[in-house]
């Protein structure tokens, strides 16, 4: 009888002492779950505020910019000198570098990419899929500037053996490796897109009677469209941004023109320009900067609405 009350006393306090350990691990566990949305919250505040503090600090050095240069003038002007007694702020030579460099850059990287992806969703083997796709890959993980030294050193040089009147510095070179530097964007998002479309829509246009090239352009590529014009225009964002390609390849010279053998500069470059060189704070050169900063984030920000509103307007849920 002793025993059993013992035992009894026993499993009492053990029950006491399991609750306790419960209670304990309960109020950790309470306060992790207050915790941990509020550190989130945080963590999404910090992002949103750096995103601000960029947006305003280019907003307010642009406005002196155009306290001192016309608006006009610098969104009309043809002829860009920064520097001297009578200095002229047009931006147009910078777009027109900027545009020639990405257009070449498309179209490089569209066809090249597309087929890639239609090879690789369609065609491919699973073990040819797993062992291309990664190398394709591998373009995007090499650093800009190699590629630039890549344009200048190697591409050019063919290019003017082959291009007569193209200069050692020009927006052809630049803008082709450039292509080459997109291919595994475009490549990559198209192929997913791609992929995504169900097999059954495949094997109902098979059973028809369609072929397999039928089956890839007018089922599988019309059905992952907003996926595949997606990555195109993020591939045009991405060109828009480029910098250590065209600073290197491209040349200095601000000139407007449509001749691609030409040397011409870029928005990054001239950014990358005007921050490396001596401009005093508070010149007109030095807000000419941000005025151009703000000019390329526009730019940009336009290509991300963009794609964001082609993916909704032609997405297809499956």
Do not use: C, H
Request: no cysteine; charged share 15%; proline share 4%.
């Amino acid at each position: 009888m002793v025993k059993k009350n013992s035992n009894e006393t026993n499993n009492a306090s053990n029950i006491r002492e399991m609750i306790k350990e419960n209670k304990s691990k309960n109020n950790i566990n309470s306060v992790m779950e207050k915790f941990i949305p509020k550190f989130l919250l945080g963590i999404a505040i910090i992002s949103i505020l750096t995103t601000v503090g960029i947006i305003f600090t280019l907003l307010f050095e642009t406005i002196e910019f155009f306290k001192q240069v016309s608006f006009i003038e610098f969104f009309t002007g043809t002829v860009l000198k920064p520097l001297g007694e009578n200095a002229q702020f047009g931006v147009l030579p910078l777009l027109m570098g900027t545009l020639m460099s990405s257009a070449i850059a498309m179209l490089v990287a569209i066809p090249i990419g597309l087929m890639t992806a239609i090879f690789l969703s369609e065609y491919a083997s699973d073990k040819v899929r797993r062992t291309l796709k990664p190398i394709l890959e591998i373009l995007a993980g090499i650093p800009t500037i190699v590629y630039g030294f890549f344009a200048f050193t190697f591409v050019t040089p063919i290019l003017m053996a082959i291009v007569p009147g193209l200069e050692p510095t020009n927006i052809l070179s630049p803008g082709i490796v450039m292509g080459i530097m997109i291919i595994p964007m475009v490549a990559s998002l198209s192929e997913d897109a791609m992929s995504s479309v169900p097999n059954s829509m495949r094997e109902g246009a098979l059973a028809l009677g369609s072929t397999k090239l039928e089956v890839t352009w007018k089922v599988v590529v019309p059905a992952a469209i907003s996926g595949i014009i997606a990555s195109f225009v993020l591939g045009i964002s991405r060109a828009i941004g480029e910098t250590m390609i065209v600073t290197i390849a491209s040349g200095s010279s601000k000139n407007f023109t449509f001749d691609i053998t030409q040397s011409m500069q870029t928005m990054t470059a001239y950014i990358v320009e005007v921050t490396g060189g001596d401009a005093p704070a508070g010149s007109t050169l030095y807000y000419s900067l941000y005025a151009v900063a703000m000019t390329l984030f526009v730019f940009t920000l336009i290509m991300n609405f963009i794609a964001g509103y082609v993916s909704r307007k032609y997405r297809e849920e499956y």
